[in-house]
């Protein structure tokens, strides 16, 4: 295993530039970036967004988040899922706690451990995450 404060300066690197491609993001009330690492390399990346093909608009008129909108991690998963990357046994980095829909993506991905930066509004994802036995660490970065 990794000495904890060489693990603690990558968690906090991998989370920086999670927060950096959630620059990405087309949305307006919250912006989201995940990375998927195996093994000390990048194998996907994701932000929150519409669909391939759809527009760039997250929000309906009332400011509201529209229905079909994926979250940075669904994105992460299934572009990992399209190439010939694993992410059996990786970490995902990801600005935001996952929500519930996305812990089941993650469970079902063979990720092991999830690091993220700041706490979504319920701790659902979280919650189900741990009974899977997947690590979870909140690691607040600047």
Not at 9 to 27: F, H, P, T, V
Not at 100 to 108: P, Y
Request: aromatic share 6%.
């Amino acid at each position: 295993m990794q000495d904890t404060s060489k693990q603690r300066l990558l968690d906090e690197r991998y989370l920086r530039m999670s927060k950096i491609w959630a620059e990405n993001s087309y949305c307006k009330r919250r912006q989201v970036g995940a990375l998927i690492v195996n093994d000390k390399s990048i194998i996907s990346d994701g932000y929150n967004g519409t669909p391939s093909g759809f527009e760039n608009i997250c929000e309906d008129e009332n400011d509201r988040t529209k229905p079909y909108v994926l979250h940075a991690e669904a994105n992460a998963i299934t572009k990992v899922a399209k190439s010939s990357n694993s992410s059996d046994g990786a970490t995902l980095y990801v600005t935001a706690s996952p929500c519930i829909e996305c812990a089941k993506l993650i469970i079902q991905a063979g990720i092991i451990r999830v690091v993220y930066s700041e706490l979504y509004r319920c701790m659902d994802g979280i919650e189900l995450l741990e009974k899977a036995g997947i690590e979870v660490d909140l690691v607040e970065v600047l």
